[in-house]
């Protein structure tokens, strides 16, 4: 490392990136709102919505991976943009996922400040949520293998709960735990299995969507991966399976055991499946599994938007402090940056009007789909420029599957669900005006970032010829 201290340390092991990879689409959305996703489309309307989104992850996360292991960087899709497509795109892109990160913080602490109310309800949310941040920040401060050991902990946490569930429902369905069998009646009582039909799997589209974001994180954590040539194809290929067995299986299982008219989000489906299993303490075990997974949404979104910050002011489309390293490889300013609007956008929700809190999170959720859109945007215009230049596709360490159709499905699909954010919103008895500007509000956010980025410095799309597909281990 140079006496600069501006350089990151590849101390991400394989077991981590393969656990960053998993935990990233393993949390509340599985947790807390697969009960509210059965009971709003039913076990095939659940199953239907998201096996689509996992077919879109998939292909996103493949072209991901092309890109992460021949330029492996930790600004990853926002630098890609920059470099393949248009520096104004790569400047939106960047800060859009910066601010979607620095807000998930806020939103996790003031869920696990909820949670805690559980053990302790007469203690002030605020100090558990102080307390988490605290962690947070440390594991961040101490350096990226820190940040990838807790996470490998935090999601091993995850996996085991998921995987004890899905033995404990097939064992219940077949009659070998708790009482009867259960078979799969519970999926065609009332209208099920597809209550609601098509608006309703359309509605959980979008629930399924956030469901799965973190999964890119994969991409950023590259720039700090040993030998990523050959630990990001591996969890990338895994990725596919764990979307199969863990969201399809507990969708699955789910279905089986919890009638969908009696599920929802004020208790865990998988507590419900648990005391039903005669399993002691199932609500107490559950609050404390779902705690973890807080935490780890926290310490990824610190991780995500530090590193992102870092790597933008490397390349000036940030304030240059950003850019500087303590001894660790830790861009210690950009994680106090980070902390500091987690920190403001944590308070706004707390003792301000709430509305604003609501619009953050909106916002939030949306920039994680516009990071999706340029994910699909920069594999299509990297490919187009490799082969441009006249380079050979064996050169290649990772390929992604059924190129260019993979990234186009997985643009279009990102499309729908962004366009399809205020659906919900419109309403028989009228239109939820406010709703409908919070669904939307992510985009003019991008769009003003883009736009100013552009006017300022006057880019221009880059050509094929001129794209840089040169890597350099300074870039990282």
């Keep these: 490392m140079d006496e600069q201290n501006n350089e990151l340390k590849r101390g991400l092991k394989a077991r981590h990136l393969n656990m960053i990879a998993l935990g990233g689409s393993i949390g509340t959305g599985i947790f807390l709102a697969m009960g509210d996703t059965l009971n709003q489309a039913g076990p095939g309307g659940a199953l239907v919505a998201y096996t689509l989104v996992g077919i879109m992850v998939y292909f996103l996360i493949t072209s991901l991976g092309e890109m992460a292991t021949y330029m492996p960087i930790s600004g990853s899709f926002s630098t890609y943009a920059n470099k393949f497509i248009d520096p104004a795109l790569g400047f939106a892109l960047g800060w859009n996922y910066w601010y979607n990160w620095a807000i998930t913080i806020a939103a996790e602490m003031v869920a696990g400040s909820l949670i805690m109310k559980y053990w302790f309800p007469n203690v002030n949310g605020f100090f558990w949520s ?12 101490l350096s990226s293998k820190a940040y990838g050991e807790t996470e490998y902990w935090f999601a091993g946490i995850k996996v085991v709960t998921v995987l004890v569930f899905l033995a404990i429902g097939v064992l219940m369905i ?63 290929k895994s990725i596919f399976w764990r979307i199969i ?36 303490g199932a609500a107490s075990l559950m609050n404390a599994i779902i705690l973890t997974s807080v935490l780890s949404a926290g310490n990824s979104g610190m991780y995500a938007s530090s590193r992102m910050l870092f790597s933008m002011a490397k390349e000036g489309m940030a304030p240059q402090m950003f850019a500087k390293t303590n001894k660790r490889g830790v861009p210690v300013n950009a994680v106090i940056a980070t902390t500091i609007i987690a920190s403001a956008c944590f308070l706004t929700g707390m003792f301000a009007e709430s509305t604003v809190y609501v619009w953050l999170i909106a916002a939030s959720g949306l920039a994680g ?62 239109i939820d005006w406010q709703g409908l500007i919070a669904s939307y509000i992510g985009i003019p956010l991008f769009i003003g970032l883009y736009v100013g980025y552009k006017i300022k410095h006057k880019t221009k799309v880059v050509p094929l010829d001129d794209v840089d597909l040169v890597f350099s281990e300074n870039n990282i």
């Design 245 to 280: 067995i863990f969201y399809l299986g507990t969708i699955i299982v789910l279905g089986a055991i919890i009638p969908f008219t009696e599920a929802g989000v004020s208790t865990s489906p998988f507590t419900m499946v648990f005391e039903r299993a005669g399993i002691a």
């Design 369 to 430: 789909f516009i990071a999706w859109v340029g994910i699909a945007l920069c594999h299509y215009r990297f490919r187009k420029a490799f082969i441009y230049q006249g380079k050979n596709l064996k050169d290649l360490k990772y390929k992604a599957l059924f190129y260019p159709f993979g990234p186009i499905l997985a643009l279009l699909m990102c499309l729908i669900i962004i366009i399809g954010q205020g659906y919900s919103c419109i309403k028989p008895d009228g």
């Design 174 to 236: 077949l009659g070998i735990m708790g009482g009867s069998s259960v078979g799969f009646h519970n999926y065609f009582i009332a209208d099920g299995p597809f209550h609601g039909g098509i608006k309703s799997i359309f509605a959980i589209f979008l629930i399924a969507g956030f469901s799965f974001q973190g999964t890119e994180l994969i991409g950023v954590a590259a720039g700090e991966s040993e030998n990523p040539e050959k630990t990001i194809p591996k969890a990338i």
């Design 130 to 141: 102080i307390i988490f941040l605290i962690i947070i920040v440390g594991l961040n401060v």
